[in-house]
């Protein structure tokens, strides 16, 4: 999928409370594909005991905490200071696109708002995250397709092993991933029924939230290959892949 001007200035808010410390390597990590993460700012009560393997991660990739105690009991403050950081950051700075790092369905408004200005949001939450907030951003990745290996622990403190990519067969079965790619070529193709590969992801890109990432494949061209339902060429002289559905070809 194309990526966004690898020089744009990013702004990151991260919702501590429902985000884990182990995918801050991960997430930065993708960001930079995309540009320079100048804004790095992550917020929760960090008094609370369930924070405290925080200090670490935010001192080793240069986060400033932003703190914020709870008034009330049982009310999460510090949604509110986020969103009215990023609102004011969206009016006081030139930002090229913003981060949320969360699983809390509450900041779509916020996404919302600054797509509005059409400036690109990316979001990064757990499996769990509410599919609202999701297909609200630019591009959702799942955190734990960004952990490394052999450090997600479980409920009872067992380390686990995660399933790097789905296969073919199971990616065949996504009833929505295949509409999504088979549009996408439909809606690029050109008269031979070819669609260039950066086409469709541009497609995907303008009208989903779609990330290869949450499959287990870094590009959109491996994703496909792995499916298997596609005719693929690549022209040897320009490197360019090419696209097509199978139904296509059956009706020439």
Same mark, same amino acid.
């Given at each position: 999928?194309?990526?966004?001007?690898?020089?744009?200035?990013?702004?990151?808010?991260?919702?501590?409370?429902?985000?884990?410390?182990?995918?801050?390597?991960?997430?930065?990590?993708?960001?930079?594909?995309?540009?320079?993460?100048?804004?790095?700012?992550?917020?929760?009560?960090?008094?609370?005991?369930?924070?405290?393997?925080?200090?670490?991660?935010?001192?080793?990739?240069a986060i400033k905490p932003i703190q914020?105690?709870?008034?009330?009991?049982?009310?999460?403050?510090?949604?509110?200071?986020?969103?009215?950081?990023?609102?004011?950051?969206?009016?006081?700075?030139?930002?090229?696109?913003?981060?949320?790092?969360?699983?809390?369905?509450?900041?779509?408004p916020v996404v919302m708002r600054i797509?509005?200005?059409?400036?690109?949001?990316?979001?990064? *939450?757990? /499996? &769990?995250?509410?599919?609202?907030?999701? =297909?609200?951003? $630019?591009?959702? %990745?799942?955190?734990?397709?960004?952990?490394?290996?052999?450090?997600?622990?479980?409920?009872?403190?067992?380390?686990?092993?995660?399933?790097?990519?789905?296969?073919?067969?199971?990616?065949?079965?996504?009833?929505?991933?295949?509409?999504?790619?088979?549009?996408?070529?439909?809606?690029?193709?050109?008269?031979?029924?070819?669609?260039?590969?950066?086409?469709?992801?541009?497609?995907?890109?303008?009208?989903?939230?779609?990330?290869?990432?949450?499959? *287990?494949? /870094? &590009?959109?061209?491996?994703?496909?290959? =792995?499916?298997? $339902?596609?005719? %693929?060429?690549?022209?040897?002289?320009?490197?360019?892949?090419?696209?097509?559905?199978?139904?296509?070809?059956?009706?020439?």
């Open positions: 999928m194309k990526k966004e001007r690898n020089n744009a200035h990013i702004a990151l808010f991260i919702d501590s409370d429902n985000i884990s410390h182990r995918s801050l390597e991960g997430i930065l990590n993708e960001l930079s594909n995309y540009g320079v993460v100048n804004i790095r700012q992550a917020y929760g009560n960090w008094t609370k005991e369930n924070l405290k393997h925080w200090e670490e991660k935010l001192l080793e990739f914020q105690f709870d008034y009330t009991k049982n009310k999460n403050a510090t949604d509110i200071l986020m969103t009215i950081d990023a609102i004011d950051l969206l009016h006081t700075k030139k930002i090229d696109m913003f981060a949320f790092a969360t699983s809390d369905s509450d900041f779509t797509l509005s200005d059409g400036i690109k949001v990316y979001g990064f *939450g757990e /499996k &769990k995250t509410p599919k609202p907030f999701i =297909a609200a951003c $630019s591009q959702f %990745i799942f955190t734990e397709n960004l952990i490394p290996e052999n450090t997600i622990i479980d409920e009872m403190g067992v380390q686990k092993r995660h399933v790097d990519r789905m296969s073919g067969e199971a990616l065949r079965k996504d009833v929505w991933l295949i509409n999504l790619l088979q549009n996408a070529v439909t809606q690029s193709m050109e008269d031979d029924g070819w669609a260039r590969l950066a086409d469709v992801g541009q497609y995907i890109n303008n009208n989903s939230s779609f990330s290869p990432i949450n499959y *287990g494949y /870094k &590009k959109l061209s491996v994703l496909i290959d =792995a499916v298997d $339902s596609f005719d %693929i060429y690549l022209d040897d002289k320009t490197k360019q892949m090419s696209i097509r559905n199978r139904e296509f070809r059956s009706r020439v």
